[in-house]
């Protein structure tokens, strides 16, 4: 294992490791968003990082990265990002020189879906293939064609900087996991948690990471380049995702490229990555970049 600091400049350092076979082909994992690198499960990395270099990374204002706001005052609430998500793709590329990752299979899940797309488009030398999870196409967000976040979180998002105590701010969390599971399987409730446990052990503090939830969306709006992609990717639908469902990945891998993306569901898969579903994922991400 191989831990180390990104410098972004004007103070901003990213927290990275990279984790695997040595002798791998780089995989780079981007998190969804204010998810920090201790959100992947074992059950998850594990299988990849067997056959992988698997690299990870804190976001901005994630875990053990800082962010312009925390940066210049410790104290800031950072209500507004002060980046967007321009900048994020712009942290993966810098993660991959640091690790001196000339080309790298990049896998992004929701935000970081978006952020992979951007690489895509932008970076194609870089990407040795895209696999893009829970997310949606960069045309897609707000487009009334497509269905909404469930309703019951978008209620729970409200309540994202509600002031609680560290075993409150546990107990919601969890319960933010309940809901982004979708219900395709039976919860597990100690997983999520000893993610959000390592999660917090890993930042040095229980406060709400809410910086994403601001983010600057400007240029964005680039569906319709996705067409032109040569980049062999990797669409992966989660029949029980309540932020994306539905037929979005389905959109999503029409987009890609001339003759559209690969498309695989895991069953009961939902907005998260669960112990039980981990393994099924893991294998379907292999068989695109080991084959």
Do not use: K
């Amino acid at each position: 294992m191989q831990q180390r600091y990104v410098d972004r400049g004007a103070g901003l350092r990213l927290w990275a490791e990279e984790v695997g076979t040595a002798d791998g082909p780089p995989l780079l994992l981007i998190a969804p968003a204010n998810q920090a690198a201790t959100s992947w499960p074992d059950e998850f990395v594990g299988p990849l990082a067997a056959r992988h270099r698997v690299i990870r990374y804190d976001h901005r204002d994630t875990g053990r990265s800082g962010g312009p706001e925390r940066d210049e005052d410790p104290d800031d609430d950072a209500d507004e990002a002060g980046y967007g998500v321009v900048e994020l793709a712009e942290d993966a590329l810098a993660v991959l020189d640091a690790f001196g990752a000339d080309r790298a299979h990049v896998l992004g899940m929701a935000l970081g879906g978006l952020i992979t797309q951007l690489l895509m488009l932008d970076h194609p030398d870089r990407l040795a293939s895209a696999v893009l999870v829970c997310s949606t196409a960069l045309s897609a967000p707000g487009d009334p064609a497509l269905p909404a976040p469930d309703p019951a979180l978008r209620r729970l998002w409200a309540e994202v900087d509600d002031p609680r105590d560290e075993q409150g701010e546990l107990d919601w969390r969890v319960e933010h996991w309940r809901l982004l599971d979708g219900g395709g399987h039976p919860f597990d409730e100690a997983g999520f948690r000893a993610i959000e446990e390592r999660g917090i052990a890993h930042r040095g503090s229980s406060d709400p990471v809410t910086a994403h939830a601001h983010l600057d969306l400007a240029g964005l709006d680039r569906g319709a380049e996705l067409a032109t992609s040569a980049v062999r990717t990797l669409v992966v639908e989660a029949p029980a995702d309540p932020v994306h469902p539905p037929p979005h990945a389905e959109h999503l891998a029409a987009a890609v490229g001339p003759g559209g993306a690969r498309l695989v569901r895991v069953a009961g898969m939902g907005h998260a990555i669960s112990r039980a579903v981990g393994p099924a994922l893991a294998a379907a991400v292999l068989a695109h970049t080991i084959g």
